[in-house]
């Protein structure tokens, strides 16, 4: 069995056919799936070369995005073709044959493992795309405690097992690679980088990347936990003043205003930020995570009351401050563990 190359292809140039004919003499053999994403007509001769090089290929009728044509592709993939596993990579000529060559070694070489062509981003690199790099690389860090050098590289490599999953993630456009990154550790599967060359061509015109649009995709479960927390921050911080004025406990206040407010958190966590699959895959997971999540929220409890009683009773600051450096300390830790450990 060898390795195929999966290359998810929008609206291509001359660079796709470069890319197989380089692919072709210096891997010679190797399988190769192109997925059309909805080109349309006027690239039809671009595709038919394609096919007469040996390429199969997938067409979409309109553009699905880029996670929809790579899960096309994954699909065709594990139901007609024996194979070791996928490498993917992008049609614009950004990643080399000896990358792509180099990838699929690895893959063998790391079963377990989802390889990841890691760029330097050494040389001239354009502004956007070295800014986006760096935004995305330090806010998967935050949210998932694992460091990559590369989050947004398309060359990418799976062994065969790994296509079932593949299939199943969440995500039909820029948003499903990062999806696959943020699953990956509670689904079992580590990550692993080799270094890559880093090609830009023309300032990386040619990407289909939108900034302001793909941007809001690829972050938007980092925003949505932001927006599950503030909302139950609000309904705690409400509650914790509240109980404290009728009781005049703060430990009673403490215990109360969490638990109301945690019943609100992991009902949003659960149907909207940290979903996965499909309703009965989500129902399924519920017995595991609900207990995982109020272990979690005995720890945050003791940690606040601490917290609190250090600053308030302990060092005289007012209760209104020492709330808000309290939260915003345990937000992140709290973002962490349910990424890491409960969802």
Known sequence: MKMVVLIPSYEPDVRLINLIEDLQASIPGMPIVVVDDGSGESYGELFKQVVQLGC??????????????????????????????????????????????????????????????????????????????????????????????????????????????????????????????????????????????????????????????????????????????????TIDFVLLFILQLISGHLLFAVVGARLGSSIVNFSLNQKFVFRKGSRASSSASLTKSLPKYYALVVIVLLLNYAFLHLLNINLGVPLLVAKLLTEAVLFLFSYWSQRKFVY
């Open 56 to 233: 199969m290929l997938l067409t979409h009728k309109t553009n699905l995005g880029k996670g929809r044509a790579l899960k096309t592709g994954f699909n065709y993939i594990r139901s007609h073709m024996k194979t070791e596993g996928a490498v993917c990579a992008d049609s614009d000529g950004q990643h080399l044959p000896t990358d792509i060559k180099k990838i699929a070694e690895a893959v063998r070489e790391y079963p377990g493992r989802i390889v990841m062509g890691s760029r330097r981003f050494t040389g001239k690199v354009p502004l956007r795309s070295n800014f986006g790099n760096t935004l995305t690389r330090k806010m998967y860090a935050f949210s998932t405690g694992v460091k990559l050098y590369d989050t947004q590289t398309g060359l990418r490599g799976y062994p065969a097992h790994m296509l079932d999953w593949l299939c199943e993630l969440n995500g039909e456009r820029f948003e499903y690679e990062m999806n696959m990154l943020l699953e990956a550790p509670g689904a079992g599967y580590a990550l692993h980088e080799i270094p890559i060359d880093t090609v830009y061509l023309d300032e990386n015109k040619s990407s289909h990347f939108h900034p302001i649009k793909d941007s809001v995709r690829v972050y938007m479960p980092i925003v949505k936990f932001i927006a599950s927390s503030l909302s139950s921050f």
